[in-house]
C-alpha cells in the first residue's frame, strides 16, 4: 500500500506558522485524529516524551477547529 504525504498547518499567536508533514503510518494516524477531533466539542489528553510534536498537534487541532 502506497503512502502519500500528508500534512497540517498550524499558525501560533504570533501568526508564525509551524506545519507537520510527514509519510509515517504513524503521523498519518495522528492527523486523522486531528481531523476527527477537531469536528467535536471532547476534551483531548496528548501525550508523549519531550520534543516529540505534542504542542504542535494541540496547535493544529485548534487551527482546524476554528474553520
Known sequence: MAISARNVIAIEPSGAKREL?????????????VSVVSRTDSTVLIQGETGTGKELVAKAIHEESQE
Open 21 to 33: 508533514l510527514g509519510i509515517s503510518q504513524g503521523l498519518c494516524k495522528v492527523l486523522d485524529s
